[in-house]
């Protein structure tokens, strides 16, 4: 064959060729259980295993894979161990983990263990497992004479710890374990020995006591306490001579000798020291030789030790330690190198090759010093299983033509001194059709728009050539959207609704194909349409966060809205203190605090797809208190404030507030005292003399006023004179000779010291004087024996036990006030119309004022009615006009009467005198409203009125004006009729020629020669019929009716004179009794169900016109007696008492007598 004729070195090329092909295959590709293979360890315990005492027990895991499925065994100290055998063990099944419980006896499980688990196509071998079993370290008992030193001689005492599990930590400490104090003279070394560079009388004690701790066995042993003797010079010799013996160049305690070595393993730390003896004690230099100290070094206990963590090649070289003092210096070499575990450099890899191709199995480690590689097979020496095609070339095998039968696990081991590498390679050789392992029929779905992976995981050797077709098509999808992966997935880029569909996966290879369906759909992209813009919230209200989105319909089960706030799920647990809510894809979040401060997404997500959306979510609110509050640069009058300002919560610091409070007058009552910019930290305030301040700060914002700071320490500037003078002086006269100054006091911080006092100082203006002074206490002064209203000139200052205050300035003000004297000449009336005149006068001299004029004042009285004869005492009026004027406009006044009035000035004090009464007339007007209009009787076409005359007429009536007007059902009104009655007597009248069952409205107005006054109003509807009481003429128009009444009005007129006579001469009753036997006619008729009431509003609606004319003519509703609707005239005596009442009661009694005596008449 061609093959056999090839050069060795083109079989090599070959080779070479087929391995990385090999080689590229097994990396791509995980074998499946479904297929037979060799076995592979998938866990085993760590190298090392420490049986500490607290630990319940100590597993030795070893857990593997393969098919056929593994079996396992181990190997103690490199002999067979079974731990099946050893009841105690407890063995798993189906796995090679045992179980060491700690119950007993520990020390004869330790050894070195290994692991083999092996199916028929080889043997996988664990690494080596060391399980230790540590003893409890221990102090020998020993009896330890006492240290005997010089005083100035060195000394070492001695630790000598045991040996235990690392890391060790030695503690020097006495008895009572208190630390022995170390220093550049005492210090402990490496190996825990106590060094001394000279010994002290003070190093004389009984109980240096070595402590060895074991923090990972949770042990602490104690070395029998030492004793230390130190021998003082003989005190006869001179200070001289002691100081001669004592000084002496260093020398170096440890290490010993001029040089050393030192191996490390590269990352590990680097310990040196160097500890001297001699006095005065020495000091220790550090140095790398040409170099400088790396970077990371550190030196400790004082200089005298070395430390450089995670030593790397870099490190290594020469260093020096030097220890001097004056008389001299003593000096160590050393020598570093660094050594290197072994690492990989190629560590075996598992393969899968074909039948009859070439396998390389490399495999290279580096390492100081270099590493020695060793090789098995299943777990037995390379040279112990040898094989024909098989060769070792330097760090790799060559496996030539390899067969199934050369499948097998290789193991490589790399070791040096500092620790060993191990490796198992799965070789598997061997040819098989392919194998999908993706389930058939797998539904998926993309998004249009996006990317869509399928997935055909497949199997096989050699490597198959997978392909994929859409919907039974036998051509493969190609395109630019398209693409196969290695591992036999297909993923389409920016997914259309055309890909939906069935697709085929094919894989082919030498020894056969497979294939597999799935189903892919393509559905709607998921997209947040509306989101929540970057919010601002005020501090404990509720946030509302709002999230709407679209997306396929398909997902109506499967969408959700979620919430993340700073990249974190919020939990939704919707209890009593849950302050998270969602509803409706809105976030409610509630009592908001500084906490929910962040970013928030809302996640719109279906199963296939997602959209996000973020917003900002400030929260606002007062901001913090101020921090570090301190008081520097302390002045007499000022002290300088620098704080460091609090988070201002998302809304800018306008303006800080400093306020202080003082020990003295207030004691707890924090003042605002001065405002300064948010953009400053400092402030400079005005303070004042002799009170002990402390000063807070508060920061404002725009949501409002922050809690002040912590409170500074007390300050009390030194008393100094006052700084200002009394405010708002007022200069009051309430007496005619005397003047009263009162003025605003200074504060009491304000004092500035003690012995607060006012001087007070005045002098008239209008004349030549010097000024008066006075020294008080108090807020006010009394001026006495001053002429009547004259002006002075004052001025207030303060002074303290340290000075004055500064320069008042002067005020003016008037002595007291007297009643003017004199009162308005030349009174006159100037009459406008019938309820206003003017009035004039003459001013009153200014001398005659006796003080500030305040104006002037006009009193008024109504004498009487001149449609009356008879004089009123009416009330009196009064009208101020202040300031200077020689006129004023009363109103109010009553038409057609005659008045009183005199005029007077007035000032502080008072009313001065009044002018001679004068007396005037008011023209008459028009009258007032009529009291009484009422409809008496209404038929078909007529209807009867009566009323009352006015009130107040106001004038001489002249007659009434009466009008009517039709209403129809929609109250809208017809022409307006009127009938003028000249006749001011008449209080009846009769309309006629009426529309028989129509409503009409009925307005009355009283005249008089001014004109007519205000309407009162009135309604009534007409019957369809005349009354029997009104056919041929009435019954009221016969004869015999007429007596009756008449004899009925006798009768009632006696039984009333008899009930008068009787109750003067003494009999009583309540009033109550008075109103039953008497009740008021005008009340009841108002009461009664009436067929037309009165009303004296023009617009009031009519009620009740719908109602039967028989029942106009019950008892007490046919007639009112004129007088009842009258105002009754209230008249006074001349001394003002109120007469009248009762001879008003009798009217009305005498009117309602002889209403029922009509009424009862027709009945």
Same mark, same amino acid.
């Given at each position: 064959?061609?093959?056999?004729?090839?050069?060795?070195?083109?079989?090599?090329?070959?080779?070479?060729?087929?391995?990385?092909?090999?080689?590229?295959?097994?990396?791509?590709?995980?074998?499946?259980?479904?297929?037979?293979?060799?076995?592979?360890?998938?866990?085993?315990?760590?190298?090392?295993?420490?049986?500490?005492?607290?630990?319940?027990?100590?597993?030795?895991?070893?857990?593997?894979?393969?098919?056929?499925?593994?079996?396992?065994?181990?190997?103690?100290?490199?002999?067979?161990?079974?731990?099946?055998?050893?009841?105690?063990?407890?063995?798993?099944?189906?796995?090679?983990?045992?179980?060491?419980?700690?119950?007993?006896?520990?020390?004869?499980?330790?050894?070195?263990?290994?692991?083999?688990?092996?199916?028929?196509?080889?043997?996988?071998?664990?690494?080596?497992?060391?399980?230790?079993?540590?003893?409890?370290?221990?102090?020998?008992?020993?009896?330890?004479?006492?240290?005997?030193?010089?005083?100035?001689?060195?000394?070492?005492?001695?630790?000598?710890?045991?040996?235990?599990?690392?890391?060790?930590?030695?503690?020097?400490?006495?008895?009572?374990?208190?630390?022995?104090?170390?220093?550049?003279?005492?210090?402990?070394?490496?190996?825990?020995?106590?060094?001394?560079?000279?010994?002290?009388?003070?190093?004389?004690?009984?109980?240096?006591?070595?402590?060895?701790?074991?923090?990972?066995?949770?042990?602490?042993?104690?070395?029998?306490?030492?004793?230390?003797?130190?021998?003082?010079?003989?005190?006869?010799?001179?200070?001289?001579?002691?100081?001669?013996?004592?000084?002496?160049?260093?020398?170096?305690?440890?290490?010993?000798?001029?040089?050393?070595?030192?191996?490390?393993?590269?990352?590990?730390?680097?310990?040196?020291?160097?500890?001297?003896?001699?006095?005065?004690?020495?000091?220790?230099?550090?140095?790398?030789?040409?170099?400088?100290?790396?970077?990371?070094?550190?030196?400790?206990?004082?200089?005298?030790?070395?430390?450089?963590?995670?030593?790397?090649?870099?490190?290594?070289?020469?260093?020096?330690?030097?220890?001097?003092?004056?008389?001299?210096?003593?000096?160590?070499?050393?020598?570093?190198?660094?050594?290197?575990?072994?690492?990989?450099?190629?560590?075996?890899?598992?393969?899968?090759?074909?039948?009859?191709?070439?396998?390389?199995?490399?495999?290279?480690?580096?390492?100081?010093?270099?590493?020695?590689?060793?090789?098995?097979?299943?777990?037995?020496?390379?040279?112990?299983?040898?094989?024909?095609?098989?060769?070792?070339?330097?760090?790799?095998?060559?496996?030539?033509?390899?067969?199934?039968?050369?499948?097998?696990?290789?193991?490589?081991?790399?070791?040096?001194?500092?620790?060993?590498?191990?490796?198992?390679?799965?070789?598997?050789?061997?040819?098989?059709?392919?194998?999908?392992?993706?389930?058939?029929?797998?539904?998926?779905?993309?998004?249009?728009?996006?990317?869509?992976?399928?997935?055909?995981?497949?199997?096989?050797?050699?490597?198959?050539?997978?392909?994929?077709?859409?919907?039974?098509?036998?051509?493969?999808?190609?395109?630019?959207?398209?693409?196969?992966?290695?591992? +036999?997935? #297909?993923? &389409?880029?920016?997914?259309?609704?055309? /890909?939906? =569909?069935? $697709? @085929? %996966?094919? !894989?082919?290879?030498?020894?056969?194909?497979?294939?597999?369906?799935?189903?892919?759909?393509?559905?709607?992209?998921?997209?947040?349409?509306?989101?929540?813009?970057?919010?601002?919230?005020?501090?404990?209200?509720?946030?509302?966060?709002?999230?709407?989105?679209?997306?396929?319909?398909?997902?109506?089960?499967?969408?959700?809205?979620?919430?993340?706030?700073?990249?974190?799920?919020?939990?939704?647990?919707?209890?009593?203190?849950?302050?998270?809510?969602?509803?409706? +894809?809105? #976030?409610? &979040?509630?009592?908001?605090?500084?906490? /929910?401060? =962040?970013? $928030? @997404? %809302?996640? !719109?997500?279906?199963?296939?797809?997602?959209?996000?959306?973020?917003?900002?979510?400030?929260?606002?609110?007062?901001?913090?208190?101020?921090?570090?509050?301190?008081?520097?640069?302390?002045?007499?009058?000022?002290?300088?404030?620098?704080?460091?300002?609090?988070?201002?919560?998302?809304?800018?610091?306008?303006?800080?507030?400093?306020?202080?409070?003082?020990?003295?007058?207030?004691?707890?009552?924090?003042?605002?005292?001065?405002?300064?910019?948010?953009?400053?930290?400092?402030?400079?305030?005005?303070?004042?003399?002799?009170?002990?301040?402390?000063?807070?700060?508060?920061?404002?914002?725009?949501?409002?006023?922050?809690?002040?700071?912590?409170?500074?320490?007390?300050?009390?500037?030194?008393?100094?004179?006052?700084?200002?003078?009394?405010?708002?002086?007022?200069?009051?006269?309430?007496?005619?000779?005397?003047?009263?100054?009162?003025?605003?006091?200074?504060?009491?911080?304000?004092?500035?010291?003690?012995?607060?006092?006012?001087?007070?100082?005045?002098?008239?203006?209008?004349?030549?004087?010097?000024?008066?002074?006075?020294?008080?206490?108090?807020?006010?002064?009394?001026?006495?024996?001053?002429?009547?209203?004259?002006?002075?000139?004052?001025?207030?200052?303060?002074?303290?036990?340290?000075?004055?205050?500064?320069?008042?300035?002067?005020?003016?003000?008037?002595?007291?006030?007297?009643?003017?004297?004199?009162?308005?000449?030349?009174?006159?009336?100037?009459?406008?119309?019938?309820?206003?005149?003017?009035?004039?006068?003459?001013?009153?001299?200014?001398?005659?004022?006796?003080?500030?004029?305040?104006?002037?004042?006009?009193?008024?009285?109504?004498?009487?009615?001149?449609?009356?004869?008879?004089?009123?005492?009416?009330?009196?009026?009064?009208?101020?006009?202040?300031?200077?004027?020689?006129?004023?406009?009363?109103?109010?006044?009553?038409?057609?009467?005659?008045?009183?009035?005199?005029?007077?000035?007035?000032?502080?004090?008072?009313?001065?005198?009044?002018?001679?009464?004068?007396?005037?007339?008011?023209?008459?007007?028009?009258?007032?409203?009529?009291?009484?209009?009422?409809?008496?009787?209404?038929?078909?076409?007529?209807?009867?009125?009566?009323?009352?005359?006015?009130?107040?007429?106001?004038?001489?009536?002249?007659?009434?004006?009466?009008?009517?007007?039709?209403?129809?059902?929609?109250?809208?009104?017809?022409?307006?009729?009127?009938?003028?009655?000249?006749?001011?007597?008449?209080?009846?009248?009769?309309?006629?020629?009426?529309?028989?069952?129509?409503?009409?409205?009925?307005?009355?107005?009283?005249?008089?020669?001014?004109?007519?006054?205000?309407?009162?109003?009135?309604?009534?509807?007409?019957?369809?019929?005349?009354?029997?009481?009104?056919?041929?003429?009435?019954?009221?128009?016969?004869?015999?009716?007429?007596?009756?009444?008449?004899?009925?009005?006798?009768?009632?007129?006696?039984?009333?004179?008899?009930?008068?006579?009787?109750?003067?001469?003494?009999?009583?009753?309540?009033?109550?009794?008075?109103?039953?036997?008497?009740?008021?006619?005008?009340?009841?008729?108002?009461?009664?169900?009436?067929?037309?009431?009165?009303?004296?509003?023009?617009?009031?609606?009519?009620?009740?016109?719908?109602?039967?004319?028989?029942?106009?003519?019950?008892?007490?509703?046919?007639?009112?007696?004129?007088?009842?609707?009258?105002?009754?005239?209230?008249?006074?005596?001349?001394?003002?008492?109120?007469?009248?009442?009762?001879?008003?009661?009798?009217?009305?009694?005498?009117?309602?007598?002889?209403?029922?005596?009509?009424?009862?008449?027709?009945?």
């Amino acid at each position: 064959m061609r093959s056999q004729q090839r050069s060795p070195g083109s079989l090599a090329a070959l080779a070479l060729i087929t391995c990385v092909c090999a080689f590229y295959v097994t990396t791509a590709v995980d074998i499946p259980l479904e297929v037979e293979q060799l076995p592979t360890i998938t866990a085993q315990s760590p190298s090392s295993l420490i049986a500490f005492p607290f630990d319940e027990s100590f597993p030795m895991t070893c857990e593997a894979k393969g098919n056929p499925e593994p079996e396992f065994r181990w190997t103690k100290n490199g002999q067979e161990f079974d731990p099946s055998l050893d009841p105690r063990l407890m063995k798993e099944e189906n796995s090679g983990t045992f179980v060491i419980p700690n119950n007993g006896n520990l020390t004869e499980y330790q050894g070195t263990y290994r692991c083999y688990t092996s199916n028929k196509l080889g043997t996988a071998i664990s690494k080596e497992i060391e399980f230790i079993v540590p003893h409890v370290p221990k102090f020998p008992k020993e009896t330890l004479d006492p240290v005997v030193v010089e005083e100035g001689q060195a000394f070492v005492l001695k630790c000598d710890p045991p040996k235990g599990i690392p890391p060790l930590q030695i503690y020097w400490m006495t008895i009572n374990l208190q630390h022995i104090e170390q220093d550049d003279r005492v210090s402990m070394g490496l190996n825990g020995d106590l060094y001394f560079s000279h010994a002290e009388e003070k190093d004389s004690r009984r109980d240096y006591c070595c402590f060895a701790a074991f923090p990972r066995i949770r042990t602490i042993v104690q070395k029998t306490a030492m004793s230390v003797v130190v021998k003082t010079k003989n005190s006869g010799m001179s200070p001289e001579t002691a100081n001669a013996i004592l000084e002496r160049r260093p020398s170096l305690l440890t290490p010993s000798g001029v040089k050393s070595e030192t191996r490390i393993v590269k990352g590990e730390d680097l310990k040196w020291e160097c500890i001297a003896e001699g006095f005065p004690t020495p000091q220790v230099e550090w140095v790398k030789m040409g170099h400088q100290l790396p970077v990371k070094a550190k030196l400790e206990n004082h200089r005298k030790l070395l430390i450089v963590p995670r030593v790397d090649q870099e490190d290594g070289g020469k260093y020096m330690c030097k220890a001097k003092n004056t008389l001299g210096e003593a000096i160590h070499y050393f020598t570093l190198t660094v050594e290197e575990p072994p690492e990989w450099v190629a560590e075996p890899e598992s393969q899968l090759s074909m039948i009859d191709s070439d396998v390389l199995i490399k495999c290279s480690a580096s390492g100081t010093p270099r590493p020695t590689i060793t090789w098995s097979v299943n777990g037995e020496p390379l040279r112990g299983a040898p094989a024909a095609n098989r060769k070792v070339l330097d760090d790799t095998i060559v496996l030539h033509n390899a067969k199934a039968s050369d499948s097998a696990v290789y193991q490589c081991e790399a070791s040096n001194k500092h620790g060993t590498l191990l490796s198992n390679a799965n070789i598997m050789i061997m040819n098989l059709a392919p194998m999908i392992l993706t389930k058939e029929g797998e539904d998926y779905s993309a998004v249009e728009g996006k990317g869509a992976m399928m997935h055909c995981s497949v199997f096989s050797s050699p490597p198959p050539t997978i392909t994929w077709s859409k919907d039974d098509s036998p051509e493969s999808v190609e395109g630019p959207r398209f693409a196969v992966h290695d591992n +036999g997935s #297909l993923e &389409i880029y920016s997914a259309e609704k055309d /890909d939906a =569909g069935q $697709y @085929t %996966c094919l !894989a082919k290879n030498t020894e056969g194909s497979s294939a597999v369906d799935a189903v892919l759909y393509v559905k709607d992209p998921t997209r947040i349409v509306a989101a929540q813009e970057d919010q601002q919230i005020l501090m404990g209200t509720t946030a509302q966060l709002s999230c709407l989105a679209e997306y396929d319909k398909s997902f109506s089960n499967d969408f959700e809205i979620l919430w993340e706030k700073d990249d974190m799920a919020i939990g939704l647990n919707h209890t009593e203190n849950s302050r998270y809510f969602v509803e409706d +894809g809105i #976030l409610q &979040i509630l009592n908001v605090s500084h906490r /929910d401060q =962040g970013v $928030y @997404t %809302c996640v !719109a997500r279906t199963p296939v797809d997602r959209d996000t959306a973020s917003m900002l979510l400030m929260v606002l609110d007062v901001p913090d208190a101020p921090e570090y509050l301190v008081l520097s640069e302390h002045k007499s009058k000022s002290v300088k404030l620098n704080w460091i300002p609090g988070d201002d919560h998302n809304s800018s610091t306008t303006e800080f507030i400093i306020e202080y409070e003082e020990s003295q007058w207030e004691p707890g009552n924090w003042k605002e005292l001065l405002r300064v910019p948010g953009n400053h930290n400092q402030a400079v305030p005005k303070l004042h003399g002799h009170v002990d301040y402390r000063f807070r700060v508060s920061a404002v914002n725009a949501v409002g006023r922050g809690s002040p700071s912590e409170p500074t320490e007390r300050y009390k500037p030194l008393p100094s004179a006052p700084d200002k003078n009394p405010e708002n002086i007022k200069i009051e006269g309430h007496l005619p000779h005397e003047m009263d100054i009162n003025w605003e006091p200074l504060l009491p911080i304000e004092h500035n010291g003690p012995g607060l006092e006012y001087k007070v100082s005045y002098r008239r203006q209008d004349v030549e004087e010097d000024w008066k002074e006075h020294m008080v206490k108090r807020h006010s002064f009394v001026v006495t024996d001053t002429p009547t209203y004259v002006p002075y000139e004052i001025k207030i200052q303060t002074k303290n036990h340290q000075g004055w205050g500064p320069e008042p300035r002067i005020v003016t003000g008037y002595s007291g006030e007297d009643f003017p004297s004199a009162a308005p000449k030349d009174v006159a009336v100037e009459v406008m119309n019938s309820s206003v005149v003017k009035v004039s006068w003459t001013r009153v001299h200014k001398d005659s004022l006796h003080g500030h004029l305040g104006g002037y004042r006009v009193n008024w009285w109504r004498l009487r009615s001149l449609a009356d004869s008879k004089k009123s005492h009416a009330d009196k009026h009064t009208l101020v006009f202040p300031g200077d004027r020689s006129h004023g406009t009363v109103p109010g006044l009553t038409p057609f009467s005659e008045y009183s009035l005199i005029v007077m000035t007035f000032n502080g004090r008072g009313n001065g005198p009044g002018s001679h009464p004068l007396n005037f007339k008011t023209p008459q007007g028009v009258p007032g409203r009529n009291p009484v209009f009422r409809v008496t009787d209404v038929q078909r076409h007529t209807a009867s009125l009566l009323w009352a005359p006015p009130s107040e007429p106001n004038g001489i009536l002249t007659g009434y004006l009466l009008e009517y007007q039709l209403i129809n059902d929609t109250e809208e009104v017809g022409p307006l009729q009127t009938v003028d009655i000249s006749k001011p007597g008449t209080t009846k009248w009769t309309l006629r020629d009426l529309e028989p069952v129509s409503k009409y409205k009925l307005y009355l107005r009283s005249c008089t020669t001014v004109g007519c006054g205000p309407a009162v109003s009135e309604e009534c509807t007409t019957t369809l019929q005349t009354s029997l009481a009104s056919v041929h003429g009435g019954v009221s128009t016969q004869g015999w009716f007429i007596g009756l009444m008449c004899a009925i009005a006798l009768l009632t007129l006696i039984v009333l004179i008899a009930c008068f006579v009787n109750r003067n001469k003494g009999g009583k009753y309540s009033v109550k009794e008075k109103e039953d036997l008497h009740p008021d006619v005008e009340s009841q008729g108002m009461n009664d169900d009436t067929f037309c009431e009165y009303s004296d509003n023009d617009e009031k609606p009519l009620k009740g016109s719908q109602h039967s004319l028989s029942r106009e003519i019950k008892a007490g509703d046919s007639g009112d007696s004129l007088v009842d609707y009258g105002d009754e005239d209230v008249q006074f005596n001349e001394d003002g008492s109120f007469i009248g009442e009762y001879a008003g009661r009798k009217e009305r009694k005498r009117a309602s007598a002889e209403i029922k005596a009509t009424v009862q008449t027709p009945a």
